[in-house]
Nanobody
């Protein structure tokens, strides 16, 4: 059974940085693309970033492009999201997800498995 476990998020001041990690288990991690999404109460979950199976391709939402980096370590079965220059509007619950293909996907409906989510709060 696939499990995705995100690291604890936290409270960060605006302008600060935070790195989230997500450890996967249950199937061969290096076969599948991975993604990060986020959700604010009362709003739909939105795409943040995605990475292909070997990390050669990445894709970002316009809202985080230039401030965030998605990466992965297949030897550790872990995907990361480094977020810099954080803004209060980045406050959300962040979810990692595992795709059912090797590629970069932005549509959450195409992801098979999800972590439990981790809260990131950015104070102004």
């Amino acid at each position: 059974q696939v499990q995705l476990v995100e690291s604890v998020g936290g409270l960060v001041q605006a302008g600060g940085s935070l790195r989230l990690s997500c450890a996967a288990s249950g199937r061969t991690f290096s076969i599948y693309g991975m993604g990060w999404f986020r959700q604010v109460p009362g709003k739909e979950r939105e795409f943040v970033a995605a990475i292909s199976r070997f990390g050669r391709k990445t894709y970002y939402s316009d809202s985080v492009k230039g401030r965030s980096t998605i990466s992965r370590d297949n030897a550790k079965n872990t995907v990361y999201l480094q977020m810099n220059s954080l803004k209060p509007e980045d406050t959300a619950v962040y979810y990692c997800a595992e795709d059912d293909t090797a590629w970069v996907k932005t549509d959450q409906a195409l992801y098979d498995y999800w972590g439990q989510g981790t809260q990131v709060t950015v104070s102004s």
